[in-house]
């Protein structure tokens, strides 16, 4: 996998990440004019950062190798 797909996987599973805190965070007030918006926003980009240092430092499922980079330009060949 090129380091260009990578990000690619890397930043959608970001941003589902963030909605799907946005979601839980809302979801877990009372009423929607007591949602503190600040705090979603917050815990929100908190999330999606978590996911992507996570995603480079683990790598992906998605991705070829196992650190999810590829190795150099022998992992081009096949």
Known sequence: MKVRDFLK????RALRTLCQTAVA???STALLHEVDWAMVASASALAAV???LT???TGLPEAETPSGVPDGPESDRE
Request: proline share 0%; charged share 0%.
């Open 55 to 57: 995603s480079v430092a």
């Open 9 to 12: 996987c890397a930043i959608i």
């Open 25 to 27: 965070t809302i979801g």
């Open 50 to 52: 978590a996911s992507l």
